[in-house]
Structures are given as C-alpha cells and as structure tokens.
C-alpha cells in the first residue's frame, strides 16, 4: 500500500466521526482522485470475511468499523450500544426522532402518548441522539436529532436508508398526525432555505 493509503488507514481509524473524502483530502493535502484510489485500495483490504476491520461508507463519509463476525467481542470492550439493549419505549422514541428529527421531547411525548424524558435521557446518554437546538415555539424546547452513531449502530447511510413509513401498520389518525408533522417540518424547512 502506499504511504496515502496508509496515512488514510490511520485517520479513518483515529477519527471518533466518518470523514468524507474532502476531509480526508484536506488533511492529507492530496487530490481527490488520489484519495479515492486510496479508499478503493482500503475497501479490498478491508472487507467483510477478509478482514477483522471494515471500510464503510456512513453519515456521508467513511468510517472503519468491527466485522460482523467481530462486532459481538469488540462491543464488549467498547460497550457499544445495540439495537437489542433498548427497550420499546427507547426503540419508539429513537424512531420518532429519526423520521421527524428535529423534534422536541413534548412531540415525542404527544405521539406515544406518554412522557419522553426518560427515553430520551438513555438515548442522549447512548449517543444516539443529541440536542439540535431549539425550537420556535411557546417556550422554546429543546429538539433533538439522531447522530452519526445512532447512523453506524443501524448501519444506515444518510436518512434515505430509512424504511418507508407506508411499511408500518398505523391507525388512520395516526397517519394523519404524521403527516400533517412531516408538512410543518417540510414548510419550516422550506422557509428557511
């Protein structure tokens, strides 16, 4: 490999976030078509079932991560959160914020239909979500957003990897809460733009 390849290897592997191939230029002082051979030379090397360690693209970058077959032990060492350690009221809380992020823990608490603080709490406290600022209205809450970690737990890239909410079972009303939620998030967005 060459000395790019290896000075690539070893920021990927220091860096707590992913880092897009811009940054990874930026910090090499090197141009961009060199960096990307430098990350198809990392992808051949480090692959699922050939190596221990995985190249992947995530959160809009490139991040090294446990191979499957090793993720288990190494998440005891780093006591990694998991999808299977949170509970129903986390996992509900979680995909509010993914679907409808920026959102605060009164919206959250007024789609389940119960409090939110303490499943939001164990989220922030898990990293997979964080503060986004505050919102516009009565009282100005916090809202929150998922994070890059909440993106490589799940192994999604950006929001897209999602699943499509036509492919959960909701209650008409349901449907219409949400919908009227996305449109006023859609529009705030658009108002800002």
Same mark, same amino acid.
């Given at each position: 490999m060459? &000395?790019?390849?290896?000075? =690539?290897?070893?920021?990927?592997? =220091?860096?707590s976030?992913?880092?897009?191939?811009k !940054?990874l230029? !930026?910090?090499?002082?090197?141009?961009?078509?060199?960096? &990307?051979?430098a990350l198809?030379?990392?992808? $051949?090397?480090?692959?699922e079932?050939?190596?221990g360690?995985?190249l !992947?693209?995530?959160? #809009?970058g490139y991040g090294?991560?446990?191979?499957?077959?090793?993720?288990?032990?190494?998440?005891?060492?780093v006591?990694?959160?998991s999808?299977?350690?949170?509970?129903?009221a986390a996992? &509900?809380?979680?995909?509010?914020? @993914?679907?409808l992020?920026p959102?605060s823990r009164p919206? /959250?608490?007024? /789609?389940?239909? =119960? #409090?939110?603080d303490? @499943?939001?709490?164990?989220? /922030?406290e898990? #990293?997979? /979500?964080?503060e986004?600022?505050?919102?516009?209205?009565p009282?100005t809450?916090?809202v929150?957003?998922t994070?890059?970690?909440?993106?490589?737990?799940?192994?999604?890239?950006?929001? &897209? $990897?999602l699943?499509?909410l036509?492919d959960? !079972?909701?209650?008409?009303?349901?449907?219409?809460a949400?919908?009227?939620?996305?449109?006023? =998030?859609a $529009?705030q967005?658009?108002?800002?733009?």
């Open positions: 060459s &000395e790019l390849t290896h000075t =690539v290897e070893a920021l990927l592997f =220091v860096a976030e992913p880092l897009t191939p !940054e230029a !930026e910090l090499t002082d090197a141009a961009p078509e060199r960096i &990307e051979r198809g030379a990392l992808a $051949d090397r480090h692959c079932g050939r190596s360690v995985v !992947e693209r995530v959160a #809009g090294l991560r446990a191979a499957r077959e090793t993720a288990e032990v190494c998440a005891r060492l006591n990694r959160p999808a299977k350690g949170l509970s129903q996992l &509900e809380t979680l995909a509010i914020v @993914a679907y992020q959102v919206e /959250i608490a007024r /789609i389940r239909g =119960v #409090g939110a303490s @499943a939001v709490g164990g989220l /922030i898990r #990293g997979l /979500i964080e986004a600022g505050r919102a516009d209205t009282g809450p916090v929150y957003r994070t890059s970690a909440f993106l490589r737990v799940f192994g999604l890239g950006e929001g &897209e $990897d699943p499509a036509s959960f !079972e909701l209650t008409e009303a349901d449907h219409q949400l919908r009227a939620r996305l449109h006023l =998030v $529009d967005r658009a108002g800002q733009a």
